[in-house]
């Protein structure tokens, strides 16, 4: 391995996605002092020499300002060598969280910029991300860099910063701003209208997990084709329906190909997962990842995607028996009435209004129209929270139903809670909010722009599984009404399916093909919705300010 002449190190930090809710990374740079120490001039003697394959890292080093890890270098060499020599390979390149995947991209987008102008050659790329906002201003930022002692890129590096030029916005350049020396970003957001544009040289696509394959090839791969320009995908690992899996056996095929026509076989996937990143040495993520791992489980889904790299099904139980085991530990005990000393927040997922209501009482489970359920929680000194008792209505008028709700939380003395203000449950939500205004309450809707909601609370509830922060208590012996209650929620809660979507979102609900759990029952999820709810009660009541549900302005974000 080459001596490191910049040794940066980055602390991680964990952090959640403002779409999805799932967890995820940011790298900060530990220090800039590697960056001071300038560029190592000894090693390149002239400019043409900084084009030279055995001179990468130098050229890293010059544009970049940073050292680059091995793994960097692999990539950025078979992805330079297929662009500039017109050969249009399809790479696609999966890299764990914060390990350097927009570096890379971003280096070698600056070395072509570089080299169209140092040899007077006609070079051109463009790179697509599903939103606008972080993602391809995130790219945009990278390339740029800043004119700073702790930055490379265009504005940072010595060779570039005095000739790089940006023009409308979204176009970068080396020299005269023109189109046969530039790189445009631009978002692929299905209802984005992309502006033609034309890839010469590189045609890449970031995120892409979350972009909509038709998308793409209608809009996207077509511009790479008057030159046969080299197409790169990065993201990380999601579904077997996702694009990037699609991608991966596209560039799987491609490589038999090759391997028939080169006589040997070019790699075009690549797969840097967190033990990768480790294993070139980066003991600051190797310690991150140990974190993570022991928060969320080594089965949790963002570390299976997104950290470890494995392709899930779209469509999976939510909770294996695991999990529902580990629920079950604790021995706690439901009760009718509150303790003397306990604490009680409360969580309801409030049933569509009927058109007409009935006084008729329906058993637990057969239903067919929606119930309003209610669980009263106690949260425990160490922040573990378990159902002590379960309500429900089925066909009643929100009006009867609220004043009966009021009386239960009262009784309880609940210091908080959630209601489900989706649709119609908004008004019951918020009339809550003013009857007890010395509780805190969050009105919390599923459905604000999207289902990012529902994602977020999904995560959250694999976060307090593994923290072992919720528990289902014990079936009631002594109260047949209590402990059919409980039977419907655990078996809620076996059977629930979760649904991965793009952008690492989740939904989550109990089939309507389930297997019914005695004759005449018919599936539902409200006791799921509630006791997952019963976790955002207290996940929110620890910081109520900061925790309430808003959804991602995709507006925004295009």
């Given amino acids: 391995m080459a001596e490191k002449l910049y040794d940066t190190q980055f602390d991680y930090v964990d952090d959640i996605d403002p779409i999805s809710g799932a967890p995820t990374v940011v790298a900060i740079p530990k220090t800039v002092a590697a960056a001071k120490q300038g560029v190592p001039y000894n090693t390149i003697n002239d400019l043409g020499d900084l084009f030279k394959r055995e001179n990468l890292r130098e050229a890293w080093r010059i544009l970049r300002r940073n050292d680059p890890f091995d793994y960097q270098l692999r990539v950025a060499d078979a992805i330079l060598y297929s662009a500039l020599n017109g050969l249009g390979w399809y790479f696609v390149v999966m890299i764990t969280r914060q390990a350097g995947k927009n570096e890379i991209s971003a280096f070698i987008q600056q070395y072509i910029l570089l080299y169209g102008w140092y040899y007077g050659k006609r070079v051109s790329g463009v790179k697509f991300a599903p939103v606008h906002k972080p993602q391809v201003q995130a790219s945009m930022d990278r390339l740029e860099g800043a004119d700073t002692p702790d930055s490379g890129g265009l504005a940072g590096s010595v060779v570039t910063r005095n000739i790089w030029r940006k023009s409308d916005g979204y176009k970068y350049h080396i020299g005269t701003p023109r189109d046969s020396n530039k790189i445009a970003f631009l978002s692929i957001n299905p209802n984005a209208n992309v502006a033609s544009q034309t ?4 045609l890449e696509g970031d995120e892409a997990q979350d972009i909509d394959r038709d998308k793409w090839e ?15 995908l990065w993201g990380v690992a999601w579904t077997k329906e996702s694009f990037i899996y699609q991608g991966v056996q596209q560039a799987y095929e491609m490589e038999k190909r090759l391997e028939a026509q080169l006589g040997y076989r070019p790699q075009l996937v690549y797969k840097i997962d967190a033990p990768a990143v480790i294993a070139s040495g980066n003991e600051n993520y190797a310690k991150w990842f140990e974190n993570q791992v022991a928060r969320l489980g080594i089965n949790h889904i963002a570390v299976q995607t997104q950290l470890l790299l ?36 409360f969580a309801l997922d409030v049933a569509g209004q009927e058109e007409q209501p009935t006084t008729t009482e329906e058993n637990v ?68 909010i003013e009857q007890l205004p010395n509780a805190v309450i969050e009105a919390y809707k599923f459905k604000a722009a999207g289902d990012e ?75 799921a919705i509630a ?28």
């Fill in 531 to 558: 006791f997952f709810l019963l976790m955002r009660a207290v996940f929110m009541l620890q910081d109520p300010q900061a925790r309430k549900a808003k959804a991602f302005d995709r507006e925004q974000a295009m």
């Fill in 365 to 432: 489970g057969q239903h067919t129209r929606d119930a309003t359920s209610l669980i009263i929680g106690e949260l425990l000194k160490d922040g573990t929270v378990y159902p002590v008792c379960i309500y429900q209505w089925v066909g009643k008028a929100h009006s009867k139903q609220r004043e009966q709700i009021l009386a239960i939380l009262k009784n309880w003395r609940i210091i908080g809670g959630v209601a489900d203000a989706t649709g119609i449950g908004e008004a019951l939500a918020y009339w809550l």
């Fill in 199 to 202: 890839a010469f040289t590189l």
């Fill in 218 to 232: 209608r809009d996207a791969q077509p511009m790479g084709a008057f030159n046969n320009a080299t197409t790169v």
């Fill in 453 to 527: 909601n529902k994602s977020k609370l999904g995560y959250l509830a694999y976060n307090f599984v593994q923290a072992d922060q919720v528990k289902i208590p014990d079936r009631p012996v002594n109260d047949p009404q209590q402990a059919e209650l409980w039977d419907e929620m655990v078996w809620q809660l076996e059977n629930l399916v979760r649904v991965a979507k793009k952008q690492q979102s989740i939904n989550f609900h109990v089939p309507a093909n389930a297997k019914p759990r005695r004759e005449g029952h018919v599936p539902h999820d409200d006791l």
């Fill in 310 to 345: 494995n392709f899930i099904d779209s469509i999976g139980r939510f909770f294996d028996p695991e999990h529902i085991t580990r629920m079950k530990q604790g021995g706690f005990k439901m009760q009718q009435v509150p303790k003397q000393g306990s604490t009680y927040v």
